[in-house]
Nanobody, 116 residues
Framework: QVQLVEFGGGLVQAGGSLRLSCVAD????????MGWYRQAPGKQRELVAT???????NYADFARGRFTISRDNAKNTVDLQMNSLRPEDTAVYYC??????????WGQGTQVTVSS
């Protein structure tokens, strides 16, 4: 069973930056897509950004131009650089990975709080 562990959440002022990192452990089958999702209180979980094994990226409209997703296939890690953060970016951010059998794995989530 793949385990995803996130790092890097915290409290930041509006306009600031944070970098989230996620490492996939106990990987036995190739990891294809990796990504980040978020869930704010009272809202559904939503996509932030995904990246394929070949580096193709997909961003939510709110993330495009402010967030950058990257990955290291050899280390099974995925990062999310978040710049120009806004209070509405406050949420729990979850790392996601999909393996070659199309199984979904989720991290435990890391809190990001942006103060105004």
């Amino acid at each position: 069973q793949v385990q995803l562990v996130e790092f890097g959440g915290g409290l930041v002022q509006a306009g600031g930056s944070l970098r989230l990192s996620c490492v996939a452990d106990n990987v036995r089958i190739l990891i294809n897509a990796m990504g980040w999702y978020r869930q704010a209180p009272g809202k559904q979980r939503e996509l932030v950004a995904t990246i394929s094994r070949g580096g193709w990226t997909n961003y939510a409209d709110f993330a495009r131009g402010r967030f950058t997703i990257s990955r290291d296939n050899a280390k099974n890690t995925v990062d999310l650089q978040m710049n120009s953060l806004r209070p509405e970016d406050t949420a729990v951010y979850y790392c996601n990975a999909v393996d070659a059998l199309r199984r979904d794995f989720w991290g435990q989530g890391t809190q990001v709080t942006v103060s105004s």
